[in-house]
């Protein structure tokens, strides 16, 4: 079963940037980030699967960018832009065999929820912490 690790978290100012890193032991369909801010919960943020299509919640659509290193398997998450909304204890989750990970982010934002996402994903990280002070 794959397993995942992240890192990259840390403090930056409003307006900065940060790169989050994530390394899967092996490879896998799709992959995706989420985060869980402190009292709420947990929500997802981007999505790749294996041909390199991409999709992103709006809240960080044009902020955030997802990519993945195959050769590797590592998934990256460049985050611009950045405000205190954004503070969060962030995840690299993967879905080893179901490549439908992008249209599953549309659906669950349609629905307005991330929960049946989250139920179908095969390894989470343990989390990194990002703060973003104003």
């Known amino acids: 079963q794959v397993r995942v690790s992240e890192s990259g978290g840390g403090s930056v100012q409003a307006g900065g940037s940060l790169r989050l890193s994530c390394v899967a032991s092996?490879?896998?369909?799709?992959m995706a980030w989420f985060r869980r801010a402190l009292g709420k919960e947990r929500e997802g943020l981007a999505a790749?699967?294996?041909?390199?299509?991409?999709a992103y919640a709006d809240s960080v659509k044009g902020r955030f960018i997802i990519s993945k290193d195959n050769s590797k398997n590592n998934l990256y998450l460049q985050m611009n832009s950045l405000n205190s909304d954004d503070t969060a204890t962030y995840y690299c989750?993967?879905?080893?065999?179901?490549?439908?990970?992008?249209?599953?982010?549309?659906?669950?934002?349609?629905?307005?929820?991330?929960?049946?996402?989250?139920?179908?994903?095969?390894?989470w990280g343990q989390g990194t912490l990002v703060t973003v002070s104003s």
């Open positions: 989750a993967a879905d080893e065999m179901d490549g439908s990970i992008c249209s599953e982010v549309v659906g669950a934002e349609a629905r307005g929820s991330w929960d049946q996402l989250i139920d179908s994903l095969d390894a």
């Open positions: 092996t490879h896998s369909a799709g």
């Open positions: 790749i699967d294996g041909d390199g299509n991409t």
